[in-house]
């Protein structure tokens, strides 16, 4: 299980240029091989590479990303009543559009921030609009609707 989600990661920190550059994809990176690492040594063995692996990846996968874009606003909002260096908007963004946008909206109404301003709300609920349109194109697709 260690060997597939680390094989999923690495790949995503190579093709998501963003990623490359975002620290927080590092905690995420953190959470979901540490939960890969408690669940194999703790409670079952699984096979690298097989559906089911798969499925358990995409469960810890939305935990944690949603987890880390809370946190990511949160290190935001105090840097902008501090006055120090703020999160780039890209690193939020792409939080979201790697399935943190319920933790993402939980959290600009939790710390009031980024709520007013139109240019990263638009973007936002693009990013939203875009990740409905994949899901149900690939259910579609996997004959899962009609």
């Not at 963003?18 to 890969?36: R, S």
């Not at 669940?39 to 690298?48: D, Q």
């Not at 933790?103 to 301003?117: P, R, V, Y």
Request: hydrophobic share 55%; glycine share 4%; charged share 10%.
């Amino acid at each position: 299980m260690i060997i597939t989600f680390t094989s999923i990661l690495t790949a995503m920190l190579v093709l998501i240029r963003p990623l490359q550059k975002n620290p927080f994809f590092l905690v995420y990176f953190g959470l979901i091989v540490g939960a890969a690492y408690y669940t194999e040594t703790y409670c079952f063995r699984a096979t690298p590479f097989v559906y089911k692996t798969f499925l358990l990846f995409l469960v810890f996968h939305f935990a944690a990303i949603n987890i880390v874009a809370i946190l990511a606003y949160g290190v935001d909002k105090r840097a902008a009543v501090k006055g120090n260096w703020r999160v780039p908007e890209i690193q939020l963004h792409t939080l979201e559009l790697l399935g943190g946008w319920p933790g993402a909206f939980i959290a600009q109404k939790l710390f009031h921030h980024k709520t007013k301003k139109k240019s990263f709300q638009a973007m936002f609920w693009l990013m939203l609009l875009f990740q409905i349109a994949i899901i149900w194109y690939v259910l579609k697709f996997l004959n899962l609707l009609n």
